[in-house]
Protein backbone atom coordinates (compact mmCIF):
# COMPACT_ATOMS: atom_id res chain seq x y z
CA UNK A 1 0.00 0.00 0.00
CA UNK A 2 0.93 3.38 -0.53
CA UNK A 3 2.99 5.58 2.92
CA UNK A 4 0.75 8.93 2.22
CA UNK A 5 -2.52 6.79 1.57
CA UNK A 6 -1.87 4.68 4.81
CA UNK A 7 -0.87 8.56 6.25
CA UNK A 8 -4.02 10.49 5.21
CA UNK A 9 -6.18 7.42 6.37
CA UNK A 10 -4.49 7.63 10.06
CA UNK A 11 -4.54 11.15 9.81
CA UNK A 12 -8.94 11.40 9.46
CA UNK A 13 -8.93 8.74 11.37
CA UNK A 14 -7.32 10.40 14.66
CA UNK A 15 -8.42 13.49 13.63
CA UNK A 16 -12.48 11.92 14.19
CA UNK A 17 -11.50 10.60 17.17
CA UNK A 18 -10.36 13.78 18.33
CA UNK A 19 -13.16 16.01 17.44
CA UNK A 20 -15.84 12.77 18.73
CA UNK A 21 -13.71 12.99 22.35
CA UNK A 22 -13.47 16.92 22.42
CA UNK A 23 -17.61 17.33 21.56
CA UNK A 24 -17.73 14.56 24.52
CA UNK A 25 -15.70 16.40 26.94
CA UNK A 26 -18.47 18.82 27.14
CA UNK A 27 -21.59 17.33 26.41
CA UNK A 28 -21.11 14.28 28.72
CA UNK A 29 -22.70 14.39 32.68
CA UNK A 30 -19.69 13.52 34.11
CA UNK A 31 -16.63 14.88 35.11
CA UNK A 32 -14.61 11.77 35.37
CA UNK A 33 -15.77 11.15 32.25
CA UNK A 34 -15.12 14.48 31.01
CA UNK A 35 -11.33 13.92 32.07
CA UNK A 36 -11.10 10.48 30.21
CA UNK A 37 -12.82 11.95 27.48
CA UNK A 38 -10.00 14.54 27.25
CA UNK A 39 -7.06 12.50 27.49
CA UNK A 40 -8.63 10.38 24.40
CA UNK A 41 -7.79 14.08 22.70
CA UNK A 42 -4.69 14.21 24.23
CA UNK A 43 -3.73 10.82 23.17
CA UNK A 44 -4.87 11.90 19.56
CA UNK A 45 -2.54 14.87 19.32
CA UNK A 46 0.54 12.58 20.22
CA UNK A 47 -0.76 10.33 17.64
CA UNK A 48 -0.39 12.68 14.81
CA UNK A 49 3.11 14.25 16.05
CA UNK A 50 3.79 10.94 15.69
CA UNK A 51 2.59 11.08 12.22
CA UNK A 52 4.57 14.04 11.90
CA UNK A 53 8.24 11.69 12.83
CA UNK A 54 7.86 14.03 15.80
CA UNK A 55 8.23 11.22 18.13
CA UNK A 56 10.08 13.17 21.13
CA UNK A 57 6.87 16.14 21.31
CA UNK A 58 4.95 13.25 21.14
CA UNK A 59 5.73 11.01 23.92
CA UNK A 60 6.38 14.20 26.39
CA UNK A 61 3.20 15.10 25.19
CA UNK A 62 1.77 11.36 26.71
CA UNK A 63 4.26 11.97 29.75
CA UNK A 64 3.11 15.50 30.34
CA UNK A 65 -0.67 15.76 29.81
CA UNK A 66 -2.03 12.54 30.32
CA UNK A 67 0.64 11.13 32.98
CA UNK A 68 0.78 14.43 34.75
CA UNK A 69 -2.06 17.05 33.85
CA UNK A 70 -5.27 15.14 33.79
CA UNK A 71 -3.95 12.36 36.51
CA UNK A 72 -3.84 15.81 38.79
CA UNK A 73 -6.99 16.74 38.04
CA UNK A 74 -8.37 13.19 38.35
CA UNK A 75 -6.82 13.26 41.54
CA UNK A 76 -8.26 16.66 42.77
CA UNK A 77 -11.72 15.10 41.59
CA UNK A 78 -11.50 12.30 43.86
CA UNK A 79 -10.67 14.03 46.50
CA UNK A 80 -13.95 16.65 46.19
CA UNK A 81 -16.54 15.08 44.54
CA UNK A 82 -16.68 12.68 41.40
CA UNK A 83 -20.19 11.16 42.00
CA UNK A 84 -20.91 7.97 39.83
CA UNK A 85 -23.76 8.39 37.39
CA UNK A 86 -24.99 11.65 35.56
CA UNK A 87 -24.89 15.18 37.37
CA UNK A 88 -25.74 18.89 35.89
CA UNK A 89 -22.65 21.08 35.77
CA UNK A 90 -24.86 23.93 33.62
CA UNK A 91 -25.02 27.02 35.25
CA UNK A 92 -26.09 30.65 33.57
CA UNK A 93 -22.76 31.03 32.12
CA UNK A 94 -23.29 28.88 29.35
CA UNK A 95 -23.77 31.46 26.58
CA UNK A 96 -21.22 33.30 27.49
CA UNK A 97 -19.29 30.19 27.44
CA UNK A 98 -20.12 29.27 24.00
CA UNK A 99 -19.55 33.14 22.40
CA UNK A 100 -15.95 33.05 24.38
CA UNK A 101 -15.15 29.36 22.28
CA UNK A 102 -16.60 30.16 18.98
CA UNK A 103 -14.15 32.94 19.28
CA UNK A 104 -11.49 31.40 20.40
CA UNK A 105 -12.17 28.47 17.55
CA UNK A 106 -12.49 32.00 14.85
CA UNK A 107 -9.37 33.15 16.01
CA UNK A 108 -6.97 30.04 16.00
CA UNK A 109 -8.45 28.84 13.04
CA UNK A 110 -8.06 32.21 10.75
CA UNK A 111 -3.93 31.96 12.61
CA UNK A 112 -3.33 28.49 11.41
CA UNK A 113 -4.86 29.66 8.07
CA UNK A 114 -3.16 32.67 7.76
CA UNK A 115 0.48 31.55 8.95
CA UNK A 116 0.50 28.17 7.37
CA UNK A 117 -1.94 27.43 4.38
CA UNK A 118 -0.02 25.86 1.63
CA UNK A 119 2.71 25.28 3.22
CA UNK A 120 4.49 21.87 2.43
CA UNK A 121 6.61 20.19 5.12
CA UNK A 122 9.27 18.04 3.76
CA UNK A 123 8.95 14.81 6.09
CA UNK A 124 11.91 13.02 4.77
CA UNK A 125 13.33 10.36 7.49
CA UNK A 126 16.64 12.08 7.71
CA UNK A 127 15.47 15.38 7.82
CA UNK A 128 13.44 14.23 11.05
CA UNK A 129 13.62 16.42 14.05
CA UNK A 130 16.15 14.66 16.23
CA UNK A 131 15.71 15.11 20.56
CA UNK A 132 19.39 16.37 20.31
CA UNK A 133 18.17 19.34 18.17
CA UNK A 134 15.19 20.16 19.91
CA UNK A 135 17.47 20.79 22.73
CA UNK A 136 19.51 22.28 21.17
CA UNK A 137 17.34 24.77 19.78
CA UNK A 138 15.43 25.52 23.04
CA UNK A 139 18.73 26.31 25.24
CA UNK A 140 19.89 28.77 22.30
CA UNK A 141 17.06 30.24 19.82
CA UNK A 142 14.42 29.72 22.12
CA UNK A 143 16.24 30.26 25.92
CA UNK A 144 14.60 33.00 26.73
CA UNK A 145 10.56 31.68 26.25
CA UNK A 146 11.76 28.91 28.06
CA UNK A 147 13.51 30.56 31.13
CA UNK A 148 10.65 32.71 31.47
CA UNK A 149 8.00 29.99 31.39
CA UNK A 150 9.84 28.06 33.84
CA UNK A 151 10.02 30.92 36.08
CA UNK A 152 6.25 31.37 35.31
CA UNK A 153 5.52 27.91 36.31
CA UNK A 154 7.86 28.29 39.52
CA UNK A 155 5.52 31.02 40.82
CA UNK A 156 2.43 29.55 39.98
CA UNK A 157 4.11 26.11 41.91
CA UNK A 158 4.69 28.30 45.16
CA UNK A 159 1.43 30.66 44.81
CA UNK A 160 -0.74 27.51 45.32
CA UNK A 161 1.69 26.01 47.92
CA UNK A 162 1.08 29.14 49.91
CA UNK A 163 -2.58 29.22 49.31
CA UNK A 164 -3.17 25.42 49.99
CA UNK A 165 -1.07 25.67 53.28
CA UNK A 166 -2.94 26.07 56.48
CA UNK A 167 -0.65 27.78 59.09
CA UNK A 168 -0.07 25.56 61.53
CA UNK A 169 -1.08 25.76 65.13
CA UNK A 170 0.51 25.63 68.32
CA UNK A 171 -0.75 22.38 69.38
CA UNK A 172 1.69 21.02 66.47
CA UNK A 173 4.73 21.42 68.19
CA UNK A 174 5.32 18.40 69.96
CA UNK A 175 2.33 17.24 72.35
CA UNK A 176 2.92 15.26 74.91
CA UNK A 177 5.23 12.96 72.49
CA UNK B 1 2.01 -16.68 0.71
CA UNK B 2 4.63 -14.12 -0.78
CA UNK B 3 1.86 -12.28 -2.03
CA UNK B 4 0.21 -12.27 1.92
CA UNK B 5 3.43 -10.99 3.18
CA UNK B 6 3.94 -8.17 0.71
CA UNK B 7 -0.02 -7.56 0.86
CA UNK B 8 0.32 -6.15 5.07
CA UNK B 9 3.89 -4.70 4.90
CA UNK B 10 6.94 -7.12 3.45
CA UNK B 11 8.95 -9.21 5.40
CA UNK B 12 10.14 -6.25 8.31
CA UNK B 13 6.20 -6.53 9.14
CA UNK B 14 5.50 -10.28 9.59
CA UNK B 15 8.98 -10.05 12.02
CA UNK B 16 7.84 -7.06 14.20
CA UNK B 17 4.06 -8.95 14.27
CA UNK B 18 6.05 -12.15 15.57
CA UNK B 19 8.48 -10.59 17.83
CA UNK B 20 5.24 -8.91 19.89
CA UNK B 21 3.44 -12.38 19.59
CA UNK B 22 6.71 -14.30 20.99
CA UNK B 23 7.35 -11.86 23.77
CA UNK B 24 3.73 -11.15 24.85
CA UNK B 25 3.44 -15.44 25.38
CA UNK B 26 7.34 -15.63 27.13
CA UNK B 27 5.96 -12.71 29.38
CA UNK B 28 2.67 -14.57 30.48
CA UNK B 29 4.95 -17.58 31.15
CA UNK B 30 7.23 -15.76 32.62
CA UNK B 31 4.74 -14.08 34.90
CA UNK B 32 4.08 -17.54 36.12
CA UNK B 33 7.34 -18.54 37.29
CA UNK B 34 7.80 -15.28 38.77
CA UNK B 35 4.51 -15.55 40.88
CA UNK B 36 5.32 -18.95 41.67
CA UNK B 37 8.96 -18.14 42.81
CA UNK B 38 7.88 -15.37 45.16
CA UNK B 39 5.15 -17.16 46.84
CA UNK B 40 8.38 -19.85 47.29
CA UNK B 41 10.95 -17.88 48.22
CA UNK B 42 8.60 -15.65 50.64
CA UNK B 43 7.65 -19.20 52.22
CA UNK B 44 11.47 -20.16 52.74
CA UNK B 45 11.86 -16.42 54.40
CA UNK B 46 9.28 -17.28 56.60
CA UNK B 47 10.30 -20.75 57.18
CA UNK B 48 6.99 -22.42 55.65
CA UNK B 49 6.94 -24.92 52.90
CA UNK B 50 4.54 -22.53 50.38
CA UNK B 51 2.75 -24.24 47.24
CA UNK B 52 4.48 -27.57 46.66
CA UNK B 53 1.47 -29.73 45.32
CA UNK B 54 0.66 -29.16 41.70
CA UNK B 55 3.57 -29.62 39.30
CA UNK B 56 6.98 -30.44 40.16
CA UNK B 57 8.01 -28.35 43.21
CA UNK B 58 4.65 -26.56 42.60
CA UNK B 59 5.21 -24.83 39.42
CA UNK B 60 1.73 -25.25 38.76
CA UNK B 61 0.48 -23.81 41.05
CA UNK B 62 0.38 -20.39 39.68
CA UNK B 63 -1.61 -21.34 36.69
CA UNK B 64 -4.19 -23.51 38.49
CA UNK B 65 -4.64 -20.03 40.02
CA UNK B 66 -5.11 -18.51 37.47
CA UNK B 67 -7.45 -21.00 35.43
CA UNK B 68 -9.50 -20.63 38.80
CA UNK B 69 -9.48 -16.92 38.68
CA UNK B 70 -10.79 -16.82 35.07
CA UNK B 71 -13.40 -19.35 35.53
CA UNK B 72 -15.07 -17.70 38.33
CA UNK B 73 -17.54 -15.47 38.38
CA UNK B 74 -17.75 -11.80 36.68
CA UNK B 75 -19.84 -10.15 39.40
CA UNK B 76 -19.54 -5.93 39.03
CA UNK B 77 -20.97 -4.16 42.23
CA UNK B 78 -24.37 -2.42 41.92
CA UNK B 79 -22.53 1.38 42.31
CA UNK B 80 -19.81 0.73 39.97
CA UNK B 81 -19.41 2.68 36.97
CA UNK B 82 -19.52 0.11 34.58
CA UNK B 83 -17.46 0.88 31.69
CA UNK B 84 -14.83 2.84 33.84
CA UNK B 85 -15.26 -0.25 36.06
CA UNK B 86 -14.03 -2.60 33.17
CA UNK B 87 -11.55 -0.82 31.39
CA UNK B 88 -9.29 -0.17 34.65
CA UNK B 89 -8.06 -3.71 35.22
CA UNK B 90 -7.04 -3.53 31.16
CA UNK B 91 -5.52 0.22 31.40
CA UNK B 92 -3.12 -1.47 34.46
CA UNK B 93 -2.28 -4.55 32.54
CA UNK B 94 -1.58 -3.17 28.98
CA UNK B 95 0.52 0.21 31.04
CA UNK B 96 2.66 -3.01 31.83
CA UNK B 97 3.24 -4.75 28.68
CA UNK B 98 3.82 -1.37 26.98
CA UNK B 99 6.86 -0.75 29.18
CA UNK B 100 8.43 -3.50 28.11
CA UNK B 101 8.77 -2.30 24.38
CA UNK B 102 11.66 -0.55 24.95
CA UNK B 103 14.09 -3.11 26.46
CA UNK B 104 16.40 -4.89 24.83
CA UNK B 105 16.09 -8.69 25.97
CA UNK B 106 19.26 -9.65 23.86
CA UNK B 107 21.79 -9.51 20.74
CA UNK B 108 20.33 -9.40 17.21
CA UNK B 109 19.99 -12.61 15.36
CA UNK B 110 20.23 -13.05 11.41
CA UNK B 111 17.57 -15.49 10.04
CA UNK B 112 16.77 -16.27 6.60
CA UNK B 113 18.77 -12.92 5.60
CA UNK B 114 16.50 -10.81 7.80
CA UNK B 115 18.47 -9.22 10.51
CA UNK B 116 16.45 -9.27 13.97
CA UNK B 117 16.83 -7.00 16.88
CA UNK B 118 15.89 -8.36 20.24
CA UNK B 119 14.17 -5.30 21.33
CA UNK B 120 10.35 -4.47 20.18
CA UNK B 121 11.05 -0.96 19.06
CA UNK B 122 14.36 0.71 19.25
CA UNK B 123 12.72 4.16 19.74
CA UNK B 124 15.40 6.68 19.48
CA UNK B 125 13.37 8.16 22.46
CA UNK B 126 13.07 4.81 24.63
CA UNK B 127 13.45 6.09 28.06
CA UNK B 128 11.01 8.77 27.41
CA UNK B 129 8.68 6.64 26.31
CA UNK B 130 9.49 3.82 29.34
CA UNK B 131 8.51 7.24 31.92
CA UNK B 132 4.99 7.69 29.50
CA UNK B 133 3.63 4.27 29.43
CA UNK B 134 4.58 3.91 33.31
CA UNK B 135 2.48 7.36 33.78
CA UNK B 136 -0.56 5.84 31.66
CA UNK B 137 -0.39 2.90 35.05
CA UNK B 138 -1.69 5.43 37.62
CA UNK B 139 -4.60 5.27 34.93
CA UNK B 140 -5.58 1.83 36.50
CA UNK B 141 -5.14 2.26 39.72
CA UNK B 142 -7.13 5.63 40.15
CA UNK B 143 -10.19 4.66 37.57
CA UNK B 144 -10.77 1.33 39.42
CA UNK B 145 -10.93 3.25 42.92
CA UNK B 146 -13.49 5.60 41.78
CA UNK B 147 -15.47 3.40 39.34
CA UNK B 148 -15.79 0.71 42.31
CA UNK B 149 -18.25 2.98 44.26
CA UNK B 150 -16.92 2.06 47.14
CA UNK B 151 -14.91 3.97 50.24
CA UNK B 152 -11.52 1.86 50.83
CA UNK B 153 -11.09 1.93 47.04
CA UNK B 154 -11.44 5.66 46.68
CA UNK B 155 -9.26 6.00 49.60
CA UNK B 156 -6.58 3.62 47.86
CA UNK B 157 -6.88 4.82 44.54
CA UNK B 158 -6.27 8.93 46.46
CA UNK B 159 -3.04 7.33 47.95
CA UNK B 160 -2.11 5.98 44.82
CA UNK B 161 -2.17 8.46 42.79
CA UNK B 162 -0.14 10.41 45.22
CA UNK B 163 2.20 8.30 45.39
CA UNK B 164 2.97 7.39 42.16
CA UNK B 165 2.70 11.16 41.17
CA UNK B 166 5.25 12.41 43.36
CA UNK B 167 7.86 8.79 42.67
CA UNK B 168 8.01 9.22 38.92
CA UNK B 169 9.48 12.66 39.72
CA UNK B 170 12.44 11.27 41.47
CA UNK B 171 12.13 8.18 38.77
CA UNK B 172 12.17 10.10 35.67
CA UNK B 173 15.23 12.45 37.35
CA UNK B 174 17.13 9.68 38.07
CA UNK B 175 17.10 8.45 34.45
CA UNK B 176 18.94 11.60 33.47
CA UNK B 177 22.45 11.15 34.43
CA UNK B 178 22.26 8.22 32.72
CA UNK B 179 21.12 10.30 29.44
CA UNK B 180 24.09 12.44 30.13
CA UNK B 181 26.92 10.07 30.40
CA UNK B 182 25.86 7.98 27.48
CA UNK B 183 24.66 10.69 25.35
CA UNK B 184 21.29 9.03 24.10
CA UNK B 185 17.92 8.34 24.97
CA UNK B 186 17.43 5.05 23.26
CA UNK B 187 17.63 1.74 25.53
CA UNK B 188 20.01 -0.23 22.90
CA UNK B 189 22.19 2.63 22.89
CA UNK B 190 22.71 2.55 26.36
CA UNK B 191 23.18 -1.35 26.65
CA UNK B 192 26.16 -0.96 23.58
CA UNK B 193 27.85 1.89 25.62
CA UNK B 194 28.17 -0.51 28.43
CA UNK B 195 29.85 -3.30 26.49
CA UNK B 196 33.00 -4.43 27.44
CA UNK B 197 34.80 -4.12 30.13
CA UNK B 198 37.00 -0.73 32.39
CA UNK B 199 39.82 -0.05 30.22
CA UNK B 200 42.52 1.75 30.72
CA UNK B 201 42.20 3.09 33.92
CA UNK B 202 45.38 5.51 34.69
CA UNK B 203 43.80 7.37 38.21
CA UNK B 204 45.88 5.45 40.54
CA UNK B 205 48.85 5.67 38.75
CA UNK B 206 52.01 5.96 40.79
CA UNK B 207 50.37 4.92 44.28
CA UNK B 208 52.21 1.86 44.91
CA UNK B 209 49.80 -0.76 46.21
CA UNK B 210 46.59 0.36 44.18
CA UNK B 211 48.35 0.36 40.62
CA UNK B 212 49.40 -2.57 40.96
CA UNK B 213 45.41 -3.44 42.00
CA UNK B 214 44.57 -1.65 38.94
CA UNK B 215 45.89 -4.22 36.19
CA UNK B 216 42.90 -5.90 37.11
CA UNK B 217 40.04 -3.39 36.42
CA UNK B 218 40.23 -5.21 33.10
CA UNK B 219 37.92 -7.63 33.88
CA UNK B 220 35.43 -5.49 35.73
CA UNK B 221 32.73 -4.66 33.58
CA UNK B 222 32.15 -1.21 31.91
CA UNK B 223 28.59 -0.98 33.87
CA UNK B 224 27.35 2.40 34.72
CA UNK B 225 26.56 1.49 38.26
CA UNK B 226 30.04 2.04 39.04
CA UNK B 227 29.68 5.64 38.32
CA UNK B 228 26.53 6.46 38.57
CA UNK B 229 25.30 4.10 41.92
CA UNK B 230 23.13 7.33 43.15
CA UNK B 231 21.19 6.96 40.18
CA UNK B 232 20.71 3.58 40.71
CA UNK B 233 19.73 4.08 44.40
CA UNK B 234 17.05 6.60 43.44
CA UNK B 235 15.80 5.07 40.06
CA UNK B 236 15.62 1.25 42.70
CA UNK B 237 13.51 3.15 45.34
CA UNK B 238 11.40 5.04 42.83
CA UNK B 239 10.77 2.08 40.91
CA UNK B 240 9.46 -0.13 43.70
CA UNK B 241 7.45 2.31 45.03
CA UNK B 242 6.10 3.00 41.21
CA UNK B 243 5.45 -1.00 41.50
CA UNK B 244 3.31 -0.06 44.47
CA UNK B 245 5.16 -3.39 46.38
CA UNK B 246 6.61 -3.64 50.43
CA UNK B 247 7.08 -1.46 51.54
CA UNK B 248 5.68 1.57 49.55
CA UNK B 249 2.61 -0.96 49.05
CA UNK B 250 0.15 1.57 51.01
CA UNK B 251 -2.31 1.83 48.14
CA UNK B 252 -3.35 -1.49 48.93
CA UNK B 253 -2.61 -1.98 52.59
CA UNK B 254 -4.74 -4.73 53.90
CA UNK B 255 -4.75 -3.66 57.35
CA UNK B 256 -6.38 -0.14 57.28
CA UNK B 257 -7.95 -0.48 53.59
CA UNK B 258 -9.33 -4.44 52.73
CA UNK B 259 -7.34 -4.38 49.58
CA UNK B 260 -7.26 -0.58 48.60
CA UNK B 261 -7.95 0.17 44.94
CA UNK B 262 -9.23 -3.36 43.88
CA UNK B 263 -11.25 -4.41 46.99
CA UNK B 264 -14.48 -4.40 44.97
CA UNK B 265 -12.44 -6.79 41.51
CA UNK B 266 -12.62 -10.57 41.64
CA UNK B 267 -11.91 -12.84 38.98
CA UNK B 268 -10.70 -12.29 35.28
CA UNK B 269 -10.68 -8.52 36.44
CA UNK B 270 -8.08 -9.04 39.67
CA UNK B 271 -6.39 -11.23 37.69
CA UNK B 272 -5.17 -8.43 34.90
CA UNK B 273 -4.62 -6.03 38.44
CA UNK B 274 -2.35 -9.03 39.50
CA UNK B 275 -0.82 -9.43 36.18
CA UNK B 276 -0.27 -6.08 35.42
CA UNK B 277 1.59 -5.87 39.11
CA UNK B 278 3.97 -8.66 38.60
CA UNK B 279 4.59 -7.68 34.95
CA UNK B 280 5.79 -4.02 36.38
CA UNK B 281 7.88 -5.51 38.36
CA UNK B 282 10.00 -7.42 35.74
CA UNK B 283 9.74 -3.88 33.55
CA UNK B 284 11.49 -1.99 36.44
CA UNK B 285 14.08 -5.10 36.97
CA UNK B 286 14.76 -4.82 33.18
CA UNK B 287 14.66 -1.46 33.09
CA UNK B 288 17.39 -1.20 35.70
CA UNK B 289 19.30 -4.20 34.38
CA UNK B 290 19.61 -2.31 31.29
CA UNK B 291 20.46 1.16 32.57
CA UNK B 292 23.12 0.24 35.36
CA UNK B 293 23.47 -3.70 34.84
CA UNK B 294 24.86 -3.32 31.11
CA UNK B 295 21.47 -4.90 29.72
CA UNK B 296 22.43 -8.37 28.24
CA UNK B 297 25.98 -8.14 27.93
CA UNK B 298 28.30 -11.33 29.84
CA UNK B 299 30.96 -13.14 29.04
CA UNK B 300 29.43 -15.33 26.09
CA UNK B 301 31.18 -18.69 24.73
CA UNK B 302 31.25 -19.25 20.98
CA UNK B 303 28.71 -21.73 20.70
CA UNK B 304 25.10 -20.99 21.10
CA UNK B 305 25.12 -17.76 19.61
CA UNK B 306 22.63 -15.89 20.65
CA UNK B 307 21.52 -17.00 23.50
CA UNK B 308 24.06 -15.85 25.98
CA UNK B 309 22.69 -12.62 25.80
CA UNK B 310 19.60 -13.85 26.20
CA UNK B 311 20.40 -15.02 29.48
CA UNK B 312 22.55 -13.23 30.61
CA UNK B 313 19.52 -11.05 30.44
CA UNK B 314 16.79 -13.35 32.21
CA UNK B 315 19.68 -14.12 35.05
CA UNK B 316 20.41 -10.35 36.29
CA UNK B 317 16.56 -9.13 35.65
CA UNK B 318 15.90 -12.40 37.67
CA UNK B 319 17.95 -11.35 40.68
CA UNK B 320 16.32 -7.78 40.58
CA UNK B 321 13.08 -10.04 41.26
CA UNK B 322 14.60 -11.90 43.98
CA UNK B 323 15.75 -8.18 45.14
CA UNK B 324 12.10 -7.54 45.30
CA UNK B 325 10.90 -10.50 46.91
CA UNK B 326 13.80 -10.77 49.67
CA UNK B 327 12.42 -6.76 50.47
CA UNK B 328 8.72 -7.30 50.60
CA UNK B 329 9.62 -10.16 53.20
CA UNK B 330 12.31 -7.77 54.99
CA UNK B 331 10.57 -4.16 55.03
CA UNK B 332 7.60 -3.01 57.05
CA UNK B 333 5.16 -0.52 55.47
CA UNK B 334 5.88 3.33 55.33
CA UNK B 335 3.63 5.70 57.12
CA UNK B 336 2.12 7.88 54.81
CA UNK B 337 3.32 11.06 55.67
CA UNK B 338 6.91 9.66 55.88
CA UNK B 339 6.76 8.11 52.24
CA UNK B 340 5.55 11.49 51.46
CA UNK B 341 8.59 12.97 52.92
CA UNK B 342 11.02 10.52 51.28
CA UNK B 343 9.87 11.03 47.92
CA UNK B 344 9.51 14.96 47.99
CA UNK B 345 12.28 16.21 50.31
CA UNK B 346 14.65 13.45 50.07
CA UNK B 347 14.99 11.36 46.73
CA UNK B 348 13.90 14.55 44.54
CA UNK B 349 16.56 17.03 45.77
CA UNK B 350 19.34 13.92 46.21
CA UNK B 351 18.14 13.46 42.32
CA UNK B 352 18.83 17.00 41.11
CA UNK B 353 22.08 17.23 42.89
CA UNK B 354 23.06 14.07 41.27
CA UNK B 355 22.28 15.11 38.03
CA UNK B 356 24.25 18.80 38.53
CA UNK B 357 27.21 16.44 40.17
CA UNK B 358 27.11 14.20 36.72
CA UNK B 359 26.95 17.46 34.30
CA UNK B 360 29.62 19.09 35.76
CA UNK B 361 31.27 16.19 35.71
CA UNK B 362 30.63 15.39 32.32
CA UNK B 363 31.66 18.69 31.07
CA UNK B 364 35.72 17.92 30.43
CA UNK B 365 35.49 14.91 27.67
CA UNK B 366 38.71 13.29 29.23
CA UNK B 367 37.22 9.62 28.38
CA UNK B 368 39.69 8.03 30.41
CA UNK B 369 39.25 9.09 34.20
CA UNK B 370 35.45 9.64 34.17
CA UNK B 371 34.28 6.81 35.80
CA UNK B 372 36.28 7.56 38.78
CA UNK B 373 36.03 11.13 38.89
CA UNK B 374 32.46 10.24 39.55
CA UNK B 375 33.13 7.76 41.74
CA UNK B 376 35.02 10.10 43.34
CA UNK B 377 32.19 12.66 43.26
CA UNK B 378 29.63 9.88 44.41
CA UNK B 379 31.71 9.27 48.00
CA UNK B 380 31.19 13.31 48.38
CA UNK B 381 27.87 13.33 47.47
CA UNK B 382 27.21 10.32 50.12
CA UNK B 383 28.66 12.84 52.61
CA UNK B 384 26.20 15.20 51.65
CA UNK B 385 23.28 12.74 51.41
CA UNK B 386 24.22 11.30 55.12
CA UNK B 387 24.10 14.90 56.67
CA UNK B 388 20.93 16.26 54.65
CA UNK B 389 19.27 12.60 55.78
CA UNK B 390 19.68 12.86 59.68
CA UNK B 391 16.12 13.18 58.81
CA UNK B 392 13.11 15.59 59.75
CA UNK B 393 12.67 15.60 63.62
CA UNK B 394 8.91 15.94 62.87
CA UNK B 395 9.09 12.31 61.70
CA UNK B 396 10.76 10.95 64.19
CA UNK B 397 8.57 10.29 67.28
CA UNK B 398 6.58 7.18 66.91
CA UNK B 399 3.33 8.95 67.22
CA UNK B 400 1.83 10.31 63.33
CA UNK B 401 1.14 14.18 62.78
CA UNK B 402 -2.64 13.95 63.20
CA UNK B 403 -2.87 12.11 66.69
CA UNK B 404 -0.28 14.82 68.04
CA UNK B 405 -2.44 17.24 66.62
CA UNK B 406 -5.66 15.89 68.21
CA UNK B 407 -3.60 15.62 71.71
CA UNK B 408 -4.84 12.40 72.63
CA UNK B 409 -1.36 10.59 72.98
Known amino acids: ?177 | MNWVIDLIGGPQTVIAIAKVLIVFASLLVLMILVVWAERRILADMQARIGPNRWGPFGLLQTLADGIKLITKEDFRPQLADRWTYAAAPVIAAVASFLAFAVVPFGDEVTIAGHRIDFILSDLNIGLLFFLAAGSIGVYGVALAGWSSGSKYPLLGAVRASAQMISYEIALGLSLIPIVLVSGSLSTKAIVAAQAGSVQNVTFFDGIPVLESISRYFEYVPNWYIWSQWPAFLIFLIAGIAETNRAPFDLPEAESELVAGYMTEYGGAKFLMFFLGEYLHIVTVSAMAVTLFFGGWNGPAPDFLGWVWPLAWFLFKTGLFVYLFVWLRATLPRLRYDRLMWLGWKRLIPASLLWIAVTAVVNIDNAQLSRNWKLGAFGVMFAVVMVWVGKGDPRLRSAVSPQRRLDGTT
Open chain 1, 1 to 177: MNADVVREVFFWGVGAIMVIAALRVVTTQNVVHAALYLVGTLMGAAALYVLLLAEFVAWAQVLIYVGAVVVLMLFGLMLTRAPIGKANYDNSQRPLAAVVAAVLFGVMSWILIDAFSGTELELAGENAPRTQDIGAVIFSSYVWPFEIVSVLLLAALIGAVMIARRDEPEADKEVGS
